[in-house]
Each structure stands twice: as C-alpha cells, then as structure tokens.
C-alpha cells in the first residue's frame, strides 16, 4: 500500500506546483478549488480503500497456493509482480482523474512541472527508472531467483520500476536501486529454476582412506529427501594447503530440490557424512600445534 500513496504522491506533486501557480494569478482560493472535483474525491477514496483490498486478497492467494502447489510459485510471484505495478498504475491514474478537473491549460502546466521535476528533483529515481527496464529486459536475474549481489544473499521478492527487493536468509528484506545492477556484478545460483547446486567442502587428512571418503559423501548426498535426482552428484578431490597445513578437500556439488531447502539439504549432508566418517574411523587433517 505503501508504493501506492507514493504513486499518489508522484502524480499530485505537479498539480501542486500548478496550485501555487493558480493561487499567485488569482484573487481568491475559491477559484482554485474549481479544479477539485469533491464528488470525485470521495470515490476515489473507496477505490483506493478497494485497491488495498485487492492487493491484500492477491497476496495471501499466491502466498497460499505457491505454498501448496510448489512448481508453480516461480510464475505466481512473477505474475504477481507484474499485476501489483498494473493495478498500483491504474487505480493512481483513475483517483488523479476522478479527483481533479483537466483541461488543456492545466495539462500544459503539468507536463511542464513533471520535465522540471524528472529534470532535477527526481533525477535519481529516473535513473533507476530507466535502470529498471534495463534489468527487466536484459534480465540478468529473474523473481524467485537466489541471488548475491554486493556481499548479501537471499531470494528476489520483486523487480520494480524504482528499485529491487531481496529476502536474505536471515529473513531481512533488502531494498536495491536498480541503478546499481548496472555497475555491480550479479549472481544467479538458479535463474528461474528451482532446483540449485549446492556446494559443500569436506576436509580429512592426508593418510586418510581419500577413495572410501568420496564414495561415503557420494551416497550421503544422493540419499539425502531434498535431492534433485535427475542432476548428477559430484565429489571433487583435491590437495589444499590451510593454515601451512596440508590437507585432503572433496568438494561435493549436488542440486537441492527446491532453493528454499538449501541449507537444510546443507545441514542433512554434512550430518550424514560427519556420521559415516566417525563410523569409518575417517579423521580431519591434524594441525600441527607450535610451541613457542
């Protein structure tokens, strides 16, 4: 409701410049009121009263049947995007027009007043105006994609016209100006897919059983209930130096079935593997301690 009465905003702010106007060329306030139309301004009071509703009742119906029908959420939350800027389009547009009376002389006044403001006031949010339809045509993430952008991870909540809103994992809501998406790199872990690699690191020591600890990370991962099977698991070996020690890492890279799992697909197969390890007698990397 918030990004609506900001419409609002936006659309009253040249007729207000064209109220001051008015009011300096004329003897009386009475005159200016003549713009009002009164009856039209208790009506647009129901229609934003309806358009409140309206989102509110869209809301919950997506977030309810994305949260019962998982493989279609991707599309409700795209489709809801997408319907949110329409209606918050139209309702502003039809309470400016049903609120005040229009004529060439007031049109003519306005676009002046909006190539001013566009011009100097608002040259920021024309920035990521044209920011937005830049990320929404090259497309460099999608709504539902898990993103990392400048150090923060999460999901895209939505792609506006104005800016872009992130949920990290830690269920912060992150609001992004488009204009930085044109400088700053952006990266995708499943570009409109829901099913993500994720990658985990195990590390043993050095005379350790290397080939018995990959086939165990190997069955852990493809056992685990949040798997997408029909995308390969892989463990990668290799010799890694930490901390002037050496030490035996295998990297196991498997896909999550749906991204909201993925620290739980995490937790469930490091779980596992620290269990076959312990039971197989096979051992971290040992840290040489110094003694000063």
């Known amino acids: 409701m918030t990004k609506f009465f900001a419409f ?52 919950s119906m997506v977030e309810s049947i994305g949260g019962q029908f998982v493989q279609y959420r991707m599309l409700l939350q795209k489709l809801q995007s997408f319907l949110q800027f329409f209606i918050y389009m139209t309702a502003g547009i039809v309470v400016f027009m049903l609120s005040f009376r229009i004529n060439d002389h007031i049109l003519a006044l306005i676009g002046g007043t909006l190539a001013v403001s566009v ?60 204009n930085k998406f044109l400088n700053e790199v952006t990266v995708s872990g499943n570009y409109g897919a829901l099913d993500m690699q994720v990658v985990i690191p195990f590390y043993v020591g050095m005379n350790e059983d290397i080939v018995l600890a990959r086939n165990l990370i190997q069955e852990a991962a493809s056992s685990s209930r949040y798997i997408h099977l ?31 799992y993925e620290k739980l697909f995490e937790t469930d197969i490091t779980l596992r593997v620290m269990s076959e390890f312990k039971k197989h007698g096979i051992n971290p990397p040992q840290i040489a301690v110094h003694s000063s």
């Not at 306030?29 to 009263?49: C, D, E, H, N």
């Not at 070996?237 to 991204?259: G, M, S």
Request: net charge neutral; with cysteine.
């Open 230 to 260: 029909p995308k390969p698991v892989t463990v990668l070996v290799k010799q890694t130096i930490t901390d002037n020690y050496l030490a035996i890492q295998l990297t196991c890279k498997a896909y999550v079935v749906d991204t909201a």
């Open 119 to 178: 011009g100097f006031a608002m040259k920021d949010l024309a920035a990521s105006f044209i920011a937005g339809l830049t990320v929404m045509i090259d497309r460099p993430f999608q709504v539902g994609d898990r993103v990392t952008f400048e150090g923060n991870y999460g999901d895209i909540l939505t792609i506006g016209l104005r800016s872009v809103r992130m949920r990290t994992l830690n269920d912060d809501i992150i609001t992004i100006p488009n």
């Open 8 to 59: 609002i905003l936006f659309l009253l702010f040249p007729l207000c410049s064209l109220a001051s106007e008015e009011i300096a060329n004329v003897d009386s306030i009475t005159q200016f009121a003549t713009l009002i139309r009164w009856s039209g301004v208790l009506l647009s009071i129901f229609i934003i009263m309806g358009t409140w509703l309206l989102i509110k009742f869209m809301n």
